[in-house]
């Protein structure tokens, strides 16, 4: 799973520690004395990377709860705010759309283990946040990813199990929902699942479990009793998209109870200039990045008429839903 396992000075000792190293005991170990030394240093190749990651064990210091940009989330219609939390960089998975890729330098996964101050910090914002508030996990990774080494789940639920009045939203693509089974549901924790239509996601989306075993996970998640979400993330227009998406859609609703959806939303392909331009130069011959594209305030989309296919895939999408489960990310 990982090509080396580096250990800050810092943490080596933890209990936390302890215990992932147990689960990975074959995997070479090297001490470092801080995260970024590996990290952030110049030079290296995101993609060769890629093909075998190393796993970085480190502390998080500074501010470990942040406010997410405006349109993020569903809390977007409620008097709730977001929140978002991220005790991973990088993903598991290599998406050929994803951001990712040019917000840094390395495609070695870091694995924040001082779950504890992250919980101090959720508390504290909660303090402070109106009823109705989310947090969101998988903003820099997907949090059920690698569930299996990190037992992020059976960490941070409890947390949420305290303050039912507020939600966290798993955001992920993965089928490691073992422990989320072995357990009673949470009202207030959402799983939320992307999609895109099979075609794309056969041509983008690398390493990531099919549709069908990504709507099994949901499947089995709703018959448990967990909320369940639906996020068609990010919508790349081509010839043929509303087609492609009437077809998701009537796989999805097919097998989901859509009255028991929490919520489902649209997003575009937008991406900030910088992070644009490094995934280009990673992967020159990719025709997805190949497209002509249009730079609005900072930030790269695909020209195309994109609003005027939102709105039909949002037509398309509100004939399953109640349009009070709808948003669209912006």
Same mark, same amino acid.
């Given at each position: ?16 520690v ?5 689960? *990975?005991?074959?995997?070479p170990?090297?001490a470092?004395?801080?995260? #970024?030394?590996v ?8 993609r ?11 502390h998080k ?15 977007? !219609?409620?008097?709730?705010? #977001?929140?978002y939390?991220?005790?991973?960089l990088n ?10 890729? #040019?917000m840094?330098?390395?495609?070695n ?9 992250f919980e101090?910090d ?7 946040a ?7 996990? #998988?903003?820099d ?15 941070f ?12 939203? *798993? ?7 073992r422990?989320?089974l072995e357990?009673e ?9 992307s999609?895109?239509p ?5 041509? $983008? ?7 069908a ?11 448990? !009793? $967990?909320?369940v979400?639906?996020?068609f ?7 043929n ?14 097998q989901?109870?859509r ?5 489902a939303?649209? !997003? ?8 644009y ?6 992967y ?28 039909d895939?949002?037509?398309m ?9 709808y948003?669209?990310?912006?």
């Open positions: 799973m990982f090509s080396s396992v580096y250990i800050e000075e810092a943490v080596r000792d933890s209990a936390r302890r215990s992932i190293l147990q689960r *990975i005991p074959e995997v170990r090297i470092i004395q801080q995260y #970024g030394e990290f952030n240093r110049a030079k290296q190749n995101f060769l990377q890629k093909q075998q990651p190393a796993l970085i064990l480190a210091s500074g501010r470990r709860v942040l406010p997410t940009p405006e349109g993020y989330g569903f809390e977007s !219609g409620s008097a709730g705010k #977001g929140f939390f991220s005790h991973m993903c598991v998975y290599d998406c050929r759309y994803c951001f990712l890729q #040019g840094f330098r390395s495609a996964y870091v694995l924040f283990v001082n779950y504890e101050d101090q959720i508390e504290a914002t909660i303090a402070h109106p009823a109705g508030s989310v947090f969101y996990s #998988g903003y990774c997907d949090s059920l990813a690698l569930e299996p080494v990190s037992a992020f789940c059976e960490s639920l409890p947390c949420f199990q305290r303050h039912p009045e507020h939600f966290l939203e *798993i955001r992920t693509k993965s089928t490691q929902i422990f989320l357990r549901p949470l009202a207030n924790c959402v799983i939320a699942m999609f895109s099979q075609v794309q996601s056969e041509q $983008w989306e690398h390493k990531v479990p099919s549709i075993k990504r709507l099994d996970a949901l499947v089995r998640l709703q018959n448990a !009793g $967990w909320p979400a639906l996020r993330e990010p919508v790349i227009a081509q010839t998209t509303l087609s492609l998406y009437k077809e998701l859609f009537e796989l999805v609703f097919s989901l109870d009255r028991r959806i929490h919520s939303s649209l !997003g575009e392909f937008r991406l900030p200039v910088d992070y331009k490094k995934i280009v130069k990673l020159p011959e990719e025709p997805l990045l190949a497209r002509e594209t249009q730079l609005d305030d900072g930030m790269v989309s695909l020209a195309h008429e994109q609003e005027s296919l939102l709105q895939l949002e037509t999408l509100l004939a399953y839903i109640e349009p009070e489960s948003y669209r990310c912006a």
